[in-house]
């Protein structure tokens, strides 16, 4: 198994957790790709390393649509919280005060 580990002894509480939920809210039925967490702590995330391949015109056209069917899935609003989490959201490391629950 080929992981990829982020490690930040400083993090932010509750930084790794958001991304683990921003992730797993991602996954939608028919939309693009997303890494798999495979673990979280208050230090780390673990992803499931991705893939790379050379960019292809089908390829493209493949996750544009994707992609697009990703963002029709919708939110509840802006700055809205991964459906279900219940923490500080984050955009890299500053807190999203339209996230706090």
Request: glycine share 10%; charged share 20%; aromatic share 8%.
């Given at each position: ?31 693009a790709s ?42 509840a609003g ?21 996230c706090s629950?």
């Open positions: 198994m080929d992981l990829f580990v982020k490690r930040r002894s400083n993090a932010p509480v509750g930084l790794f957790a958001a991304e683990a939920a921003g992730l797993a809210w991602l996954k939608v039925p028919g939309g997303i890494v798999e967490v495979v673990d979280q702590t208050s230090d780390s995330i673990t992803l499931r390393r991705v893939a790379t391949v050379a960019p292809r015109p089908e390829a493209a056209e493949r996750f544009g649509r994707e992609l697009a069917w990703t963002h029709d899935a919708g939110a802006f700055g809205a919280p991964p459906d279900g989490f219940r923490g500080q959201c984050f955009i890299a490391d500053l807190a999203m005060s339209t629950q």
